[in-house]
């Protein structure tokens, strides 16, 4: 893998595109403090995925984007792109990168509202592709690939399990640690997918016992519905067969009377056609009056228009007079002013030309001076020379006086530094053998406080477990709250699942006629059924609905025409027949000749009886219908009674039972087990109806359970939470009393220790004491030896001083001489500085002047063009203004023509109303007449529609029940034969043969056994037909989840395989690799440290793969017990001795150091630049660095500058080295011997610009 180019945008202080190029070898990024050098490697460190604002010196991540400067405006994106070659397949694999890529560009791009995004050559991808990309590489956010100043604390004071990172990306175990995480997780999952799926596969096995039985039952019923669903439309079907019958003789009878009407209707017709045509010329005749009105308002509006743009052109004619006149006076003005300026340049010419003849005279005085300069200088170096052999003699004398006086000192310093030290010695000893009095009194304190805290601890550990306690008890009764609730929401559930079916039974009219619900569905102005109009308690129901019977269905409107267009959209469309009631036609019951209504407790009929429109509560629109049905109907106990109270009444009333059993006016009993009872609420309309409002009632009363059941709950979990709150702060409290006692115990140990030390400093201090009373006596003897060879130096330095007086008088005449002539020098380079200035200034007027002149001949060229410009513009507002003026004068005209046009329509618009007024007269008078017909018919109908309805309703039945029509049914001979049980067994024998009333079938004995199925049907309950295929769905539902957690247990245990042969993978990797490591280390730093002693050290030997690693570092001569004692250089060769011991084992592609050389000195640098050499085969590297050492072994240089303030900017210098490369400390010589060529990284501009060239040589020069 090799770093070919890095590219930033709007990074930092990198506003503008800037592109870096990386060759094999050494690059040098250089600069001053603050110009962005390092902002280079933040952008490489964020560009691989880094997500710590902090690690890029930002508090949050759009830091990162350029923040604007004074003259630019922030940024809303930061882009950083990463171009590399030779990437192996392996790794771009990882990243799902195609392998037809021979080079790949990596880039990140972060906006200011927080979004992010990255990309692999310009496909958008996810940080993870990028991390698999780089994993195993040596190359990453966190590796050993970018070192700043900053990391080498970081990496030698970190935590020993933190420094595992580098060790690991070394090893190349990252990519498997991540498989590992990844394993982990899926296991996790599965563990959760487990639970889950054990928990369905109960819940399915218990459901699978419950549908079973369901399932068996369902089977059952079916078997009964077969055997009644073929026995009740044969009957159907016989009923069908007479009710076809009489309505063909109803039909008949209507025939005359549709002849009748159909004859007048054709007359009327034939009228208001002839009214339409009239209405249609009428229509027309409006369009055309509309139509010539807005024609004359067009022309208006065409004519004003053209009027305005008139007035507009005469406007813009005054504009462009006056535009003539100005561009003529500035025309006048620059001719004037161009006279003046060709006058000044010709002037200047002149003075040029006596200025250069000046400016040569005196160079030449300026030569004559400088060379009596260079004689007088001549003679001072001789003097000099003579001077400095003096010098040096006495200063040889100096040296050795200040030398022996210095040592004469040193032994008097030495000699008080004892003293004091002895005076010190004797304060610290009575010191320290205060402190270890104090001490003993310490230790016995903390032995007494520790015993307190342990006591405290106790009693606190018995308030928490009192407290866990309590919360154990609430937990369960949370739980039997939350099954509590969860039973009242099932149940509020189910009643609403009831509530909404009864809804939608009753919104689809379920129950009701075709007809009837097609007359609701197609007429507006309906006012529902009758049914929709009453109520009824339960009990009574099946007596309403007996009598009532197919009244219910009923449909209201509020006048005859609207029944009259429902039933005829009904026989149009062919949607079946319905009632239809109006109600203005409805009757009061006192003006209905065959009512009665008789008080609740009438003994002239039923003196135990009740009245039927006493149990019903009707609307008041429908009270004059319902009379009429239910004024002579009364409710008795059994036929029975109403046998006994029709005998006794003698007059025009009707009985029924409360279970629907009738005894009509007539003495026709009707009854029988096909009755409704009240509580089939698919058929049963009144009962569905009291269903629905009695669910209403208790879903509202469960919802009041439901209140109830969650407030306990959230009472509970409220008191759960404060237990949890003390719990919580219980336990704090008891930790941090245990670590106050482990804190006491640390400081009680400590003191012990620090007792011993105590006692050790004390015999310490006796014996510094006697040694240096042993000291004083020796250097007293050498202090007196010192003092006579100090005489004999001084007297040489005497007479080496007496020469240097001499030399220097001969040397203050001739400097005197060199000061006059350097002084009458330097005039003359003034008066030549100041000609020169002048020269130069009046040059730099000429060259304005010359601008201005070529200006000004621009402006009059400009100006006369706007003139003929002008003069354009002015006749076409002229030909504009005569055309307006022809166009007003025709539109005019037009509108005259088109006003008198609309006079004449209007006129024939009044004789098309009169026509149309006098047929609508005549056509009224027929209609009258028309209507008369078609009442006698509509009576007529009204029983031929009754006969229809009840035949409809008899199909509507059926076909409801068991979607068949009945006129499709074949009429059978239906034997009936018992079986063993007392069930009966149908079969159905077809024959053709048999007239329509099938004299061979017992039709009683078909009613009697459809009765006793349906009794039987009844009496089985609730039935759920879909059991049957939940059951075979939940069995199927069974077997896919144990297939499930077969599988899951076999993926869990691929799982544990794949992670255990993860681990000892890693585990082999990692032990080869730091084993390596660690011997490169030691030999690493040796050779660096010339000697000394480091290791490397893992905490736990058993768990290799999560034990911390410990550094250990000693330099030669120094006796360290920790690694943050050595100094800044020492840390930083040490981190060197790391890296490149990682690097023998797993080179890193690309290495970039920031400011890594910072704290060495010049020997330690040298050896840096030596091993750092020996790499270079391996590895690029990109070097941040101020050394002058470290940039002469750069391949490449590039310079950071700040030209604009706030905005970095890059130059580069490309070295070509020559073929003997010089090695060792000499290689600083290697700036110097090699050739440089300037060349500009800016995509914004390809040239240096001059400030651009003088930074890159500034960066040179140093």
């Given at each position: 893998m090799h770093l070919k180019n890095l590219t930033v945008l709007g990074f930092k202080s990198f506003a503008d595109k800037t592109s870096l190029n990386f060759e094999p070898g050494i690059t040098a990024i250089v600069g001053p403090n603050g110009c962005g050098k390092s902002n280079v490697a933040d952008a490489i460190r964020w560009v691989l995925g880094e997500q710590s604002a902090k690690a890029l010196r930002g508090g949050e991540m759009a830091d990162v984007i350029f923040n604007g400067t004074d003259k630019r405006k922030a940024y809303g994106m930061a882009e950083v792109s990463l171009t590399l070659s030779d990437v192996d397949e392996e790794q771009l694999k990882a990243a799902g990168v195609d392998l037809s890529f021979t080079e790949i560009t990596v880039t990140r791009r972060v906006l200011r509202d927080g979004g992010s995004e990255y990309y692999?050559?310009?496909?958008?991808?996810?940080?993870?592709?990028?991390?698999?990309?780089?994993?195993?590489?040596?190359?990453?956010?966190?590796?050993?690939?970018?070192?700043?100043?900053?990391?080498?604390?970081?990496?030698?004071?970190?935590?020993?399990?933190?420094?595992?990172?580098?060790?690991?990306?070394?090893?190349?175990?990252?990519?498997?640690?991540?498989?590992?995480?990844?394993?982990?997780?899926?296991?996790?999952?599965?563990?959760?997918?487990?639970?889950?799926?054990?928990?369905?596969?109960?819940?399915?096995?218990?459901?699978?016992?419950?549908?079973?039985?369901?399932?068996?039952k369902a089977k059952r019923y079916k078997q009964v519905q077969t055997e009644l669903q073929l026995l009740e439309t044969q009957l159907a079907r016989h009923e069908y067969d007479i009710l076809q019958n009489e309505i063909q003789d109803r039909h008949s009878a209507c025939e005359g009377l549709q002849q009748q009407y159909e004859e007048s209707s054709q007359f009327v017709l034939k009228n208001e056609e002839e009214i339409r045509q009239l209405r249609s010329r009428l229509a027309e005749l409006d369009a055309e009056i509309s139509a010539s009105q807005q024609k004359g308002m067009e022309l208006k509006n065409?004519?004003?228009?053209?009027?305005?743009?008139?007035?507009?052109?005469?406007?813009?004619?005054?504009?462009?007079?006056?535009?003539?006149?100005?561009?003529?006076?500035?025309?006048?003005?620059?001719?004037?002013?161009?006279?003046?300026?060709?006058?000044?340049?010709?002037?200047l010419a002149h003075s040029l030309a006596s200025a250069d003849q000046d400016l040569q005279q005196k160079r030449d005085a300026v030569e004559e001076h400088l060379q009596v300069v260079r004689q007088v200088e001549s003679s001072i170096q001789s003097r000099q020379e003579a001077f400095r052999q003096v010098q040096s003699e006495s200063f040889t004398a100096t040296q050795a006086v200040g030398k022996v006086r210095n040592e004469i000192s040193a032994l008097d310093f030495q000699s008080q530094s004892h003293a004091k030290r002895l005076e010190k010695l004797s304060s610290e000893k009575i010191q320290l053998e205060e402190e270890r009095t104090s001490q003993r009194v310490k230790l016995d304190q903390f032995s007494d406080t520790v015993e307190a805290d342990k006591k405290a601890a106790h009693d606190q550990r018995e308030t928490v477990e009192q407290r866990q306690a309590r919360l154990k008890v609430l937990q369960e009764e949370i739980q039997a709250a939350a099954e509590k609730l969860d039973s009242v929401l099932q149940s509020q559930a189910e009643k609403r699942s009831q509530l909404r079916v009864l809804k939608d039974l009753e919104s689809s009219h379920e129950g009701f006629s075709e007809g009837a619900v097609a007359a609701m569905k197609e007429a507006d102005t309906l006012m529902g059924s009758l049914a929709d109009h009453l109520r009824v308690e339960s009990k009574f129901v099946p007596a309403i609905e007996s009598v009532l019977g197919d009244f219910l269905q009923v449909v209201l409107t509020e006048s005859p025409e609207a029944a009259r267009e429902i039933l005829g959209l009904l026989r149009d469309k062919k949607?079946?027949?319905?009632?239809?009631?109006?109600?203005?036609?409805?009757?009061?019951?006192?003006?209905?000749?065959?009512?009665?209504?008789?008080?609740?407790?009438?003994?002239?009929?039923?003196?135990?009886?009740?009245?039927?429109?006493?149990?019903?509560?009707?609307?008041?629109?429908?009270?004059?219908?319902?009379?009429?049905?239910?004024?002579?109907?009364?409710?008795?106990?059994d036929l029975e009674s109403a046998a006994s109270f029709w005998r006794e009444s003698g007059r025009c009333v009707s009985f029924v039972t409360s279970q629907g059993e009738t005894l009509s006016p007539c003495g026709v009993f009707t009854g029988g087990g096909a009755l409704s009872d009240g509580k089939n609420l698919t058929t049963s309309i009144l009962a569905r109806k009291n269903k629905i409002a009695e669910l209403e009632e208790q879903v509202a009363?469960?919802?009041?359970?439901?209140?109830?059941?969650?407030?306990?709950?959230?009472?509970?979990?409220?008191?759960?939470?404060?237990?949890?709150?003390?719990?919580?702060?219980?336990?704090?409290?008891?930790?941090?009393?245990?670590?106050?006692?482990?804190?006491?115990?640390?400081?009680?140990?400590?003191?012990?220790?620090?007792?011993?030390?105590?006692?050790?400093?004390?015999?310490?201090?006796?014996?510094?004491?006697?040694?240096?009373?042993?000291?004083?006596?020796?250097?007293?003897?050498?202090?007196?030896h010192l003092k006579v060879q100090l005489n004999q130096i001084v007297e040489q330095e005497k007479t080496?001083?007496?020469?240097?007086?001499?030399?220097?008088?001969?040397?203050?005449?001739?400097?005197?001489?060199?000061?006059?002539?350097?002084?009458?020098?330097?005039?003359?380079?003034?008066?030549?500085?100041?000609?020169?200035?002048?020269?130069a200034a009046q040059k730099r007027q000429k060259s304005p002047l010359e601008q201005r002149n070529r200006e000004l001949a621009q402006a009059l060229e400009q100006r006369r063009a706007e003139i003929a410009s002008v003069l354009q513009k002015r006749e076409q507002c002229e030909s504009e203004i005569a055309e307006s003026?022809?166009?007003?004068?025709?539109?005019?005209?037009?509108?005259?023509?088109?006003?008198?046009?609309?006079?004449?329509?209007?006129?024939?618009?009044?004789?098309?109303?009169?026509?149309?007024?006098?047929?609508?007269?005549?056509?009224?008078?027929?209609?009258?007449?028309?209507?008369?017909?078609?009442?006698?018919?509509?009576?007529?109908?009204?029983?031929?529609?009754?006969?229809?309805?009840?035949?409809?309703?008899?199909?509507?039945?059926?076909?409801?029940?068991?979607?068949?029509?009945?006129?499709?049914?074949?009429?059978?001979?239906?034997?009936?034969?018992?079986?063993?049980?007392?069930?009966?067994?149908?079969?159905?024998?077809?024959?053709?043969?048999?007239?329509?009333?099938?004299?061979?079938?017992?039709?009683?004995?078909?009613?009697?056994?459809?009765?006793?199925?349906?009794?039987?049907?009844?009496?089985?309950?609730?039935?759920?037909?879909?059991?049957?295929?939940?059951?075979?769905?939940?069995?199927?539902?069974?077997?896919?989840?144990?297939?499930?957690?077969?599988?899951?247990?076999?993926?869990?245990?691929?799982?544990?395989?794949?992670?255990?042969?993860?681990?000892?993978?890693?585990?082999?990797?990692?032990?080869?690799?730091?084993?390596?490591?660690?011997?490169?280390?030691?030999?690493?730093?040796?050779?660096?440290?010339?000697?000394?002693?480091?290791?490397?050290?893992?905490?736990?030997?058993?768990?290799?793969?999560?034990?911390g690693i410990d550094i250990v570092a000693r330099p030669p001569g120094k006796k360290l017990q920790s690694i943050s004692l050595l100094s800044g250089g020492e840390q930083t060769m040490t981190a060197v001795s790391l890296l490149f011991a990682i690097y023998q084992v797993r080179p890193s592609p690309f290495c970039v150091l920031d400011e890594l050389d910072a704290p060495l000195d010049e020997s330690n640098i040298n050896r840096f630049i030596m091993i750092l050499e020996r790499f270079l085969n391996h590895s690029q590297f990109i070097i941040i660095t101020h050394n002058k050492r470290t940039i002469s072994i750069a391949?490449?240089?590039?310079?950071?500058?700040?030209?604009?303030?706030?905005?970095?900017?890059?130059?580069?210098?490309?070295?070509?080295?020559?073929?003997?490369?010089?090695?060792?400390?000499?290689?600083?010589?290697?700036?110097?011997?090699?050739?440089?060529?300037?060349?500009?990284?800016?995509?914004?501009?390809?040239?240096?610009?001059?400030?651009?060239?003088?930074?890159?040589?500034?960066?040179?020069?140093?």
């Open positions: 692999i050559n310009k496909t958008q991808c996810r940080l993870r592709d990028i991390q698999q990309l780089f994993m195993g590489t040596g190359v990453g956010r966190a590796s050993y690939s970018i070192m700043a100043q900053g990391n080498i604390t970081q990496l030698l004071s970190s935590k020993p399990e933190d420094r595992r990172i580098v060790f690991e990306e070394a090893a190349g175990i990252t990519k498997f640690k991540a498989q590992k995480r990844e394993a982990l997780r899926k296991l996790d999952h599965t563990d959760q997918n487990l639970l889950r799926v054990a928990d369905l596969v109960g819940e399915v096995k218990r459901q699978i016992g419950s549908l079973q039985r369901q399932a068996g065409q004519a004003d228009r053209h009027e305005g743009r008139i007035q507009f052109n005469r406007e813009r004619l005054v504009e462009l007079d006056h535009q003539n006149e100005r561009a003529l006076s500035e025309i006048s003005q620059a001719e004037g002013r161009k006279l003046e300026v060709e006058a000044e340049l010709e002037a949607a079946g027949s319905a009632s239809v009631a109006s109600v203005s036609m409805m009757q009061k019951v006192s003006e209905c000749s065959f009512s009665h209504s008789p008080t609740t407790h009438d003994p002239a009929y039923s003196p135990y009886g009740l009245a039927a429109l006493t149990v019903v509560e009707c609307d008041p629109i429908v009270q004059p219908l319902l009379d009429c049905l239910l004024g002579s109907v009364y409710i008795v106990d009363l469960v919802q009041v359970e439901v209140s109830e059941a969650s407030r306990k709950k959230g009472q509970i979990a409220s008191e759960i939470s404060s237990i949890q709150a003390g719990l919580q702060e219980a336990q704090s409290e008891l930790k941090a009393r245990e670590v106050a006692i482990a804190t006491s115990e640390g400081e009680y140990r400590a003191l012990k220790t620090s007792s011993q030390v105590l006692e050790q400093k004390i015999d310490t201090v006796v014996y510094e004491i006697q040694s240096l009373s042993d000291q004083d006596k020796e250097l007293t003897e050498k202090r007196e080496a001083q007496e020469k240097l007086n001499e030399l220097n008088q001969e040397l203050d005449h001739f400097r005197q001489e060199r000061d006059r002539a350097q002084a009458a020098s330097t005039e003359s380079k003034v008066m030549l500085a100041s000609e020169e200035q002048s020269v003026e022809s166009s007003v004068e025709r539109f005019s005209h037009e509108r005259n023509i088109v006003s008198e046009q609309t006079a004449g329509l209007l006129a024939q618009k009044r004789e098309q109303d009169g026509a149309i007024q006098q047929r609508d007269g005549i056509l009224t008078e027929h209609r009258q007449r028309l209507n008369e017909v078609q009442n006698r018919k509509g009576m007529l109908e009204v029983e031929l529609a009754k006969k229809l309805s009840k035949l409809e309703n008899l199909c509507n039945r059926i076909e409801e029940r068991y979607q068949i029509a009945l006129d499709q049914v074949e009429t059978e001979n239906v034997p009936l034969n018992s079986l063993p049980e007392g069930e009966a067994s149908t079969e159905a024998e077809p024959r053709p043969d048999l007239e329509i009333f099938d004299v061979n079938t017992d039709w009683d004995a078909v009613s009697e056994r459809v009765q006793a199925l349906q009794k039987k049907m009844d009496s089985m309950g609730p039935v759920n037909l879909v059991a049957i295929e939940e059951y075979e769905e939940t069995e199927e539902r069974y077997q896919f989840l144990t297939q499930q957690y077969d599988d899951l247990i076999k993926a869990k245990d691929e799982l544990m395989t794949v992670i255990n042969r993860i681990n000892t993978q890693t585990r082999e990797m990692f032990i080869q690799t730091f084993n390596q490591i660690r011997e490169n280390f030691q030999s690493m730093f040796t050779e660096i440290f010339d000697g000394g002693m480091a290791d490397l050290k893992l905490h736990d030997d058993e768990d290799v793969l999560e034990s391949d490449i240089l590039y310079g950071v500058t700040m030209q604009e303030r706030g905005v970095s900017r890059i130059v580069s210098v490309k070295f070509n080295r020559e073929e003997n490369k010089i090695a060792g400390p000499e290689s600083s010589g290697r700036l110097a011997n090699s050739k440089a060529t300037l060349q500009s990284s800016r995509v914004s501009d390809d040239g240096l610009d001059l400030e651009a060239n003088r930074s890159a040589k500034a960066i040179l020069k140093e």
